[in-house]
């Protein structure tokens, strides 16, 4: 069965510190990987993906995700954090048999100043 | 833009009240999704729909149903709303074409309360 695994529910960091959140998934077949966004009180906003070919994948927002096989991971990381990336972050797995979501549980990040 | 809209953001209902949840999206996408979200449980798929009358369950469709009866309207029924249906209900749209264009499109959300 195809699952995904957001270990840390919560993520304190300061602003302009470093941050990865972290994502492992569980798949037999063709994998394609989303990191999704949820700032409060919206919806959730496709942040980056992972389809084929690269296997580091960026948003405009100075996000990035590394694709890695061995270790079934798609870890989302970005250098320096600012107070507006507060938000709900989704790690989702898509079958690309039904087009169903898997989601993670999600991970909260909170950035102090 | 794709837009993906939802009915209500707020809505405060009874125990045993008739509820219907509607979702509209303006991109002609064959796919639609309704998912409730609850905090540690992320995001749970309750149905989904590939084309007009045509729906499908997802993992927890227990105390739902859903009507899709144009290719921009899914509706989302709980007929006999529970306390425990209290949650964040968040609809999504996408292509049904190639996976490079597949990604999905979520609305607002509703959050439902009931009393």
């Known amino acids: 069965a195809q699952s995904v695994t957001q270990l840390d529910s919560q993520v304190p960091v300061f602003e302009e510190a470093p941050v990865e959140l972290r994502c492992n998934y569980s798949s037999s077949v063709s994998v394609y990987l989303f990191w999704y966004v949820q700032y409060p009180n919206q919806g959730l906003q496709l942040l980056l993906k992972?389809?084929?070919?690269?296997?580091l994948v960026e948003s405009i927002n100075g996000f990035e995700a590394e694709f890695n096989k061995s270790q079934t991971s798609f870890h989302l990381r970005k250098p320096s954090v600012h107070i507006s990336d507060t938000a709900e972050y989704f790690c989702a797995l898509l079958d690309g048999n039904t087009d169903k979501l898997i989601f993670g549980t999600g991970t909260r990040l909170q950035v102090f100043p | 833009d794709v837009k993906v809209t939802q009915s209500s953001r707020y809505l405060v209902k009874r125990t045993g009240e008739k509820v219907f949840l509607e979702c509209v999206q303006d991109?002609?996408?064959?796919?639609m999704f309704w998912y409730r979200q609850d905090p540690g449980l992320g995001l749970r798929l309750i149905y989904f729909?590939?084309?007009?009358?045509?729906?499908e369950k997802g993992d927890i469709p227990e105390g739902y149903s859903v009507s899709r009866e144009k290719k921009e309207r899914f509706s989302l029924i709980l007929e006999s709303a529970s306390t425990n249906q209290t949650s964040m209900y968040l609809c999504?749209?996408?292509?049904?074409?190639?996976?490079?264009?597949?990604?999905?499109?979520f609305g607002p959300g509703t959050r439902l309360t009931v009393l």
């Open positions: 729909s590939y084309d007009v009358k045509m729906k």
């Open positions: 999504a749209s996408s292509q049904d074409s190639d996976i490079r264009d597949n990604e999905q499109f």
């Open positions: 991109m002609d996408h064959e796919n």
């Open positions: 992972y389809l084929s070919g690269s296997t």
